[in-house]
């Protein structure tokens, strides 16, 4: 692991997630919508951020796959809130010199008629800084 | 009835209808909407981080603005009322966020959370109430069998929004019941629609708002109503089949009020 546990302390940090919390019932997992997108799901951000493997989080594109429901906060019996820790884990990459994951420079061709401008102001502020 | 009103950016151009429609019945109800003169886009998410302080301001600006009005704060779009309502959460129960912020702005009051956002249905519920709503109806939608789509961010999280069961709602069967309608109850009504992934995953907006449309015509739906312009484009655009009507649910109170 090439940033160690200072990248640990800082998704904790700025999650503000006890992740000790987690008793692995899996109901994060099992509620998210994006589940069949991710490579790794909500319950495994708790314990993998618990075990200090920020670099597997960081370079998966899971990251960009929450859709921030709040599902997974509104069900976790524990309160542990693991969409926070995905946040925290994406904001981690893309405050990052050269680290937007979307361009403005390729919204362009994204586009149609009828998309709302929420739509392009949630992806960049969830994809870029 | 007089309270301050955050439109937010999508009401002013995509999701004009929302708006426009909104205005309409709020008149038509005696209550005054004045709009913010000095709102700003409220980013459209909520930051969850808490050491995101920048993405928080224009919210805090919207909420001190209505404070100093002495107003209460209307919302309309979903996002807005999501991000209005935890970013007054933060200033109301983190005390960092509140410093920091506050330390930002350098208001000539320090904001600390006093406004209280209402979404425009909690303003129909609990101060109009449904069965004034009721009562002013002049062309009820007899027979029409309409399914409430809440999504995400109205309900959730529920220890902050504090808007209704974030699990079993029922403030939209409500007004649908109100304005003459059937509601229909079905289960993908609180699940996500996609939100912004439509914008770079196509493929999965289509899967979850097909998942929710499918779910509503199983169960008999002609019509869904939402409060969400992202709701309404990925239902309409992504959800892969055109016998389910999707509108603002401020339409047909419109049509009901016989103001449209």
């Known amino acids: 692991m090439s940033h160690g546990n200072n990248a640990a302390e800082q998704v904790l940090r700025s999650s503000g997630v006890d992740v000790r919390k987690c008793m692995r019932c899996g109901k994060c997992t099992a509620t998210c919508p994006a589940f069949d997108e991710m490579e790794y799901h909500p319950h495994q951000f708790v314990y993998m951020v618990e075990k200090g493997e920020i670099d597997k989080l960081a370079a998966s594109p899971s990251i960009y796959k929450c859709l921030s429901c709040f599902a997974c906060v509104e069900r976790c019996p524990r309160g542990v809130e693991p969409a926070k820790l995905v946040e925290a884990v994406r904001l981690a990459v893309i405050r990052k010199q050269g680290m937007n994951h979307l361009a403005t420079d390729a919204i362009p061709a994204l586009l149609d008629e009828e998309m709302p401008q929420q739509a392009l102001v949630s992806a960049l502020r969830k994809y870029s800084k | ?260």
């Not at chain 2, 209704?164 to 996500?192: Q, S, W």
């Not at chain 2, 484009?233 to 103001?259: C, H, I, P, S």
């Open chain 2, 1 to 260: 009835m007089k309270f301050s009103y955050y439109p937010g950016c999508t009401l002013k151009t995509k999701g004009k209808d929302l708006d426009r429609y909104g205005r309409l019945c709020a008149e038509a109800l005696g209550v005054t909407l004045a709009e913010l003169p000095d709102w700003q886009c409220c980013g459209a998410v909520y930051p969850m981080a808490k050491d995101e302080i920048a993405t928080k301001l224009s919210a805090v600006r919207a909420l001190a603005s209505s404070r100093d009005e002495g107003t209460e704060l209307v919302t309309l779009c979903s996002a807005c009322h999501n991000v209005i309502k935890q970013v007054n959460h933060d200033m109301q129960t983190d005390a960092d966020i509140a410093l920091r912020v506050n330390n930002y702005l350098g208001l000539d009051t320090p904001y600390t959370g006093e406004t209280t956002v209402l979404h425009y249905l909690e303003v129909l519920r609990d101060r109009v109430g449904f069965d004034a709503i009721k009562a002013a109806v002049k062309n009820p939608l007899t027979g029409r069998k309409i399914g409430a789509y809440y999504g995400c961010l109205l309900l959730r999280p529920g220890k902050v929004m504090r808007f209704d069961d974030p699990e079993n709602p029922t403030i939209l069967e409500d007004f649908i019941r109100a304005i003459g309608a059937e509601p229909v109850i079905y289960a993908m009504r609180n699940e996500c629609c996609g939100g912004y992934i439509a914008v770079e995953d196509k493929g999965a907006a289509v899967k979850r708002s097909s998942a929710v449309l499918d779910n509503a015509a199983a169960k008999g739906a002609d019509t869904l109503v939402t409060a969400c312009p992202l709701c309404l484009y990925n239902l309409k655009k992504n959800g892969g089949r055109d016998d389910v009507a999707v509108v603002y649910f401020t339409e047909l109170l419109a049509e009901a009020l016989g103001v449209k």
